[in-house]
């Protein structure tokens, strides 16, 4: 393997897709969008056509072809992150049934019940609570709601891997990704027949299974002449967006962890062995090594609710921080608190019809005031995460931030305060998928797991400290018991 060889990420987010392009050294050398939306025809639901996934790929290929043509010429290897939990369904011919319900669907409630009755041994299998965002009670929804269509289902591939079927024409996805969708025996890393026949399916509707390190295809010939690359270029298992965000910041031994802000919040810990908690909301997944295993708490709303503020009050993200930046102490101790459940929650709460909420607004509140309160919000959601995770028996002294939140440096200090644990930023912590993708295809054409994940350069450390701590704590408490009254009161949801 050469240091001029390049590998590419692709990163299927929520909202976008990214390309990143690295050298034989590791160093990134191109990169590349292409924005995505979601239709929400209906309450609690969340789609995407998966055309729009194909088509963000063909743009954002041809702006890094146009960026770095040189070295994209030179590409080896192709590693994918995607989102996960969505349910791509094919008929015989491969073609699409219907738009995909994507992670954030909170639609299947009812069917998530029907699949613990269905399947007792269900947590102990997959590890995880039967939880809205899943994969399995969607087809459970689809099988009730649109029977005709589920008669035609001859495939289920999560959106990572519908976009790898178009690259090479494989149905493969990895370890990483199948562990969340309830049908996988996560200890075994395996499809499990009895979780599967819960749903109606069989392995006869599931891609094959390759570690995310390891080869899953190549590309096809005619994507290879017409991008000008080599027509060997090998495709890696990849991962779900999690573990290879992991991949993406060093990650890989048992006790690393990062938090991840994006459109969703997560706290991720490595484990060596598969380590199930369900109780607690916690999810037990598989790692993108083999051998390795992860916990994770995961919030629904989390970098999202401050573009959802900033539009709500007509301002852009830099000029809210500035403004909350310029607090005093006193502003943020009077400060109201917010409930981040703008799309339902998954750690701790398990409740797809949470929705978020204002606490102590008076005539004295101003923008600012109400810009933190949703910055401490999320943090206070992630504190609830770590209180979940060392309930299942992990715990952490340090964390990396990644994600488009990990941008802000005030954000990022909060959070340590929050969480009591020293947060540390990375140089290009809000490529952190890609990153990881573009890893993982070099690691399936030939490089090794040490030279290829080193972590980023810290180029900052936030250290929590005690007299915000002591400030927190007691808003933290007030936070925590907000959520059960508010819980009991009629939803406004139809």
């Given amino acids: 393997m050469s240091r001029d060889d390049t590998f590419l990420g692709i990163d299927l987010g929520t909202s976008e897709l990214k390309l990143l392009l690295i050298d034989g050294s ?32 063909t743009r954002a290929i041809e702006q890094l072809r146009g960026s770095a043509p040189a070295a994209f010429a030179r590409l080896r290897g192709i590693g994918l992150s995607g989102q996960m939990h969505g349910a791509v369904l094919l008929d015989g011919q491969d073609r699409v049934l219907r738009p995909a319900i994507l992670w954030n669907d909170g639609r299947s409630h009812a069917e998530c019940d029907e699949l613990t009755a269905a ?17 399995a009670p969607k087809l459970l929804w689809v099988r009730k709601h649109e029977p005709e269509r589920f008669d035609r289902v001859r495939s289920v591939l999560l959106p990572k891997d519908y976009l790898r079927l178009l690259l090479t024409g494989e149905k493969v996805s990895d370890p990483s990704d199948a562990a969340g969708t309830l049908w996988l025996d996560v200890a075994r890393r395996d499809w499990s027949d009895e979780l599967l026949a819960a749903t109606g399916l069989t392995r006869a509707h599931m891609p094959r299974l390759v570690e995310s390190n390891a080869p899953s295809g190549v590309l096809r010939a005619e994507l290879a002449d017409a991008w000008g690359v080599a027509r060997d270029v090998v495709v890696a298992g990849g991962a779900g967006d999690n573990a290879a965000s992991a991949i993406g910041i060093g990650a890989t031994a048992p006790g690393s962890g990062f938090v991840s802000m994006g459109t969703s919040g997560v706290l991720f810990v490595v ?54 930046e310029a607090l005093g102490e006193d502003d943020l101790a009077a400060a109201p608190l917010f409930l981040p459940y703008l799309a339902g929650e ?18 004295e509140t101003r923008r600012a005031h109400a810009g933190y309160a949703v910055l401490e919000g999320v943090a206070f959601g992630m504190a609830d995460g770590l209180a979940a995770l060392r309930a299942a028996g992990t715990d952490v002294t340090q964390l990396s931030i990644v994600g ?13 305060d929050a969480l009591g ?74």
């Fill in 26 to 57: 590791g160093a990134v050398v191109g990169r590349a969008a292409a924005p995505l939306t979601v239709s929400r025809p209906a309450p609690l639901w969340s789609e995407q056509d998966p055309a729009d996934w194909s088509t963000a790929t």
């Fill in 119 to 135: 399947a007792p041994k269900l947590h102990a299998i997959a590890g995880n609570l039967a939880m809205p965002g899943f994969t």
């Fill in 271 to 324: 484990n060596d062995r598969f380590r199930p908690n369900p109780a607690s909301a916690v999810h037990a997944f598989c790692h993108a090594l083999p051998q390795r295993w992860h916990q994770m708490s995961v919030m629904l709303t989390a970098a999202s609710a401050l573009r959802w503020f900033c539009q709500l009050s007509g301002t852009t993200e830099a000029e809210l921080l500035e403004e909350i």
């Fill in 346 to 363: 998954r750690t701790p709460h398990n409740d797809p019809f949470a929705t978020g909420a204002f606490h102590g607004l008076t005539h």
């Fill in 404 to 416: 488009g939140g990990a941008r802000s440096r005030f954000w990022a200090q909060l959070m340590a």
């Fill in 421 to 494: 644990v020293e947060i540390v930023r990375h140089a290009d912590a809000d490529a952190g998928g890609a990153l990881g993708a573009a890893r993982l295809g070099r690691m399936a054409a030939g490089a090794g797991v040490d030279e290829s994940c080193p972590p980023p350069p810290i180029t900052d450390r936030c250290t929590p400290s005690p007299a915000r701590q002591d400030v927190l704590a007691r808003r933290l408490a007030v936070f925590r018991s907000l959520y059960a009254p508010l819980r009991a009161l009629p939803s406004l949801r139809t």
